[in-house]
C-alpha cells in the first residue's frame, strides 16, 4: 500500500542530535550516513532526508537515489512500497546503499528491482588495534615505514587539532590542494567539503589530530563517530616528501581512537585504482559492500 511521504528538507546543522540518533540506534556502517558527511557534502550532492514510517530516508539529488532507509529493517515489499510513493511524490523509486547481505537473503528483490553491486563505493572497516599494532607480515613494510620517519624525525610531534594547529591544518590544505599539478573535479569538491569541515568543525562534533615538524603541519586527520562502535575518518592529508608520514598519520589516528572504538571506517576508494591498491594494502577487517536498487516500473 502506498503512503504518501512527507517533503524532503536540506540537511542542516540543527538535524545533527536528530540524524546522529538513528546511526547511534541502527549503527549504518557506510560512511554516507555520517552526519559530518551529509552536511559537508550536502550543497555538491544536494542533499535532503525526511521521515517515514519510523524510519530515516535520505536522498542523494545527484546520483538520483534514496538510501536505505534508517530504522526498522524494511522486507522487500514495504521496500517496493516505499518506492511507488516516492515515485508518486515526483522523485526516482531507486534505492542506494542497500547492503549486499541483505540483499543476499532477500532474492524477492529482483522481482521488483534490478541489483547493482556498487564495488567503488564499498568501505574500507578496519580493526583499531591492528591499525595501532601493524602486526604480521601484510602490515611489515608499514611498520618499517613509520619506524624510519620515526628515526629521521625523532622531534616530530602530535597534536589534537584545536586552535592554532586546526589554522595550520587548513592552511596545509590549502597548499596541498594548490599544489596539485592536475585538478580533478573530484579533488575539488572534496576540497569544498573540506573547507564546509573546517568552517563548522566544532558544531559537527569533528575531531582531529596532525603531526608537526619543526612546528610546521606534515599530515592531519579529521574524523568522528559513525556510530557506537565505529569512527569515520573523513579527511586525511600528508606531505609525501616526508617518507613514511602517510603511515605515522594512519598509525596515530587509530591510536588516538583506541578505547573510542574498535572499528575505523577509511571510507571508499570511489574507483580510483591507487587509492584502492593503498586501502587494500592495509588489509581490512572487512569491505562494507552495497547495491543500487533500481525499481522496474510496471
Not at 610531534?157 to 584545536?162: E, F, G, L, Q, S
Amino acid at each position: 500500500m502506498q503512503t504518501t511521504i512527507a517533503p524532503f528538507k536540506p540537511v542542516e546543522l540543527k538535524d545533527k542530535a536528530l540524524i546522529n540518533d538513528f546511526n547511534h540506534r541502527f549503527t549504518p556502517m557506510s560512511c554516507e550516513y555520517s552526519f559530518a558527511n551529509l552536511f559537508c557534502w550536502r550543497e555538491l550532492y544536494r542533499l535532503s532526508w525526511t521521515l517515514h514510517q519510523d524510519r530515516l530516508l535520505i536522498h542523494d539529488g545527484v546520483e538520483g537515489y534514496t538510501l536505505m532507509p534508517l530504522g526498522p529493517k524494511p522486507s522487500p515489499s514495504e521496500l517496493s512500497q516505499l518506492s511507488c510513493s516516492l515515485i508518486k511524490a515526483g522523485m526516482p523509486g531507486d534505492l542506494g546503499l542497500v547492503p549486499l547481505d541483505y540483499a543476499e537473503s532477500h532474492p524477492e528483490l529482483n522481482h521488483d528491482y534490478t541489483l547493482i553491486e556498487e564495488r567503488d563505493f564499498a568501505d574500507y572497516l578496519y580493526r583499531t588495534e591492528e591499525l595501532v599494532e601493524l602486526k604480521g607480515k601484510k602490515l611489515h613494510k608499514k611498520r618499517n615505514l613509520v619506524s624510519q620517519f620515526n628515526r629521521t624525525y625523532p622531534d616530530a610531534r602530535v597534536a589534537t587539532m584545536t586552535g592554532r594547529v586546526r589554522a595550520l591544518c587548513l592552511d596545509f590544505a590549502e597548499r596541498l590542494y594548490k599544489g596539485n599539478a592536475t585538478i580533478s573535479q573530484t579533488t575539488t569538491e572534496e576540497h569544498l567539503a573540506l573547507k564546509e569541515a573546517f568552517r563548522h568543525f566544532d558544531p559537527l562534533g569533528l575531531e582531529g589530530i596532525a603531526i608537526l615538524v619543526d612546528e610546521a603541519v606534515v599530515a592531519f586527520a579529521v574524523f568522528s563517530p559513525l556510530n557506537g562502535s565505529t569512527h569515520d575518518i573523513h579527511f586525511e592529508k600528508s606531505d609525501h616528501r616526508f617518507k613514511g608520514v602517510s603511515q605515522a598519520i594512519n598509525q596515530e589516528t587509530a591510536r588516538h581512537l583506541t578505547g573510542k572504538c574498535t572499528l575505523v571506517n577509511r571510507e571508499q576508494d570511489l574507483g580510483i585504482p591507487g587509492l584502492r591498491k593503498a586501502k587494500l594494502s592495509y588489509a581490512p577487517a572487512r569491505l562494507y559492500s552495497t547495491l543500487t536498487l533500481k525499481y522496474l516500473q510496471e
